[in-house]
């Protein structure tokens, strides 16, 4: 079974930086997309950043220029890099990988979804 750990939160001041990683482990036959998401207590999840097969990675307009998001294809690992944290960053990421898990699946082009269990970022002085 598709497995994803999430590591690198906890709290930093305004303008501070945080590094987040993501590693997938178990039967993965291929890698369609990954991306970033957040939520915050009392709002609903939103998108950060994602990456889709060999495409220029998109952002959310509140972290362009701030946050930069790499994957590391052979190890099947995603990291977001946050830099100029502000306290509206403040909520728990999830990360969220798409994958082909059998043949059959990449075959007829229909990727499981899985996701981590989130890991908190607080910014505040």
């Known amino acids: 079974q598709v497995q994803l750990v999430e590591s690198g939160g906890g709290l930093v001041q305004p303008g501070g930086s945080l590094k987040l990683s993501c590693a997938a482990s178990?039967?993965?036959?291929?890698?369609?997309?990954m991306g970033w998401y957040r939520q915050a207590p009392g709002k609903e999840r939103e998108l950060v950043a994602n990456?889709?097969?060999?495409?220029?990675?998109t952002y959310a307009d509140s972290v362009k220029g701030r946050f930069t998001v790499s994957r590391d294809r052979a190890k099947n690992t995603m990291n977001l890099q946050m830099n100029s944290l502000k306290p509206e960053d403040t909520a728990a990421y999830y990360c969220?990988?798409?994958?082909?898990?059998?043949?059959?699946?990449?075959?007829?082009?229909?990727?499981?979804?899985?996701w981590g269990q989130g890991t908190q970022v607080t910014v505040s002085s």
């Open positions: 969220l990988i798409s994958c082909f898990t059998s043949y059959f699946s990449l075959d007829v082009g229909a990727p499981n979804d899985f």
């Open positions: 178990g039967r993965i036959i291929s890698i369609y997309a």
């Open positions: 990456i889709t097969g060999g495409a220029s990675p």
